[in-house]
């Protein structure tokens, strides 16, 4: 969702379109011949829209023209980083890079535990550390790749894990005794 401008973008794996309110299409981005997209992310900040395909990453302004495109096999799942640049996800192996798509660093963070591939990401605004989910395990790393934590959740959790969001309330609760 871009909040800055008010619309959702959509993507499909040949086509990229953003929608108002309403669901009217207002923008749209010609991903190229053979798209073969996977994952995007928007960076809420600039309004710039990263976009993972079969070999490629790139990014796009906010009005559609390129801004970089780089070989990448693809990335699975992606999200912003809250400074420009992106954190993506490929098989086990977390990497984040800056806003000109140069690697900052890669990370495992699930290296001992089961639980295969990285399954999501879930970006911390306050810190912009980040959550990262397997099939049974959760992990917490630091905008640097430190691991700040993670948990092993094979025991408490029956069915895979697939999806995180981090929940902050906005007011906290008032307590009375």
């Known amino acids: 969702m871009d909040s800055v401008h008010s619309r959702l973008w959509v993507a499909t794996e040949k086509t990229l379109t953003a929608h108002d309110r309403s669901g009217n299409e207002v923008a749209s981005i010609d991903p190229g011949r053979r798209a073969g997209i996977e994952e995007i992310a928007l960076d809420p900040s600039t309004g710039d829209l990263w976009v993972a395909s079969d070999h490629f990453l790139r990014r796009f302004d906010s009005s559609g023209n390129v801004v970089f495109w780089r070989f990448f096999e693809g990335f699975s799942r992606m999200a912003h980083d809250g400074q420009g640049g992106l954190w993506a996800a490929r098989e086990d192996t977390l990497w984040r890079l800056n806003s000109y ?77």
């Open 101 to 177: 798509g140069k690697v900052l660093f890669k990370v495992r963070p699930f290296g001992k535990w089961w639980g295969g591939d990285i399954v999501d990401l879930a970006l911390d605004q306050k810190d912009n550390s980040l959550c990262v989910i397997n099939r049974k395990s959760a992990a917490r790393v630091g905008p640097d790749g430190e691991l700040l934590g993670s948990a092993n959740l094979a025991g408490a959790v029956r069915d895979r894990l697939f999806a995180a969001v981090l929940y902050r309330d906005v007011r906290p609760p008032t307590l009375r005794i």
